[in-house]
């Protein structure tokens, strides 16, 4: 079986983590309503995605 040849200090371990923090959500504009809106995904507000409206309205 393979073994640590020695006990990584703690500013090693940490620094080998400096990349793993939390990124801030990233957020794009919607092209209808100009509302923000998750990168690939339906904008929640008109139903638009990439020019064409995915909104399905249930009639009553």
């Known amino acids: 079986m393979a073994v640590p040849r020695a006990r990584h200090s703690n500013a090693k371990k ?5 990349h793993l923090a939390k990124q801030p959500l990233s957020v794009t504009v919607c ?6 809106v998750i990168p690939h995904h339906m904008c929640p507000s008109c139903g638009h995605y990439k020019g064409r ?8």
């Open 31 to 36: 092209l209808n309503c100009r509302n923000s």
């Open 14 to 18: 940490n620094s080998k983590r400096a």
């Open 53 to 60: 409206s995915y909104h399905t309205e249930k009639e009553a």
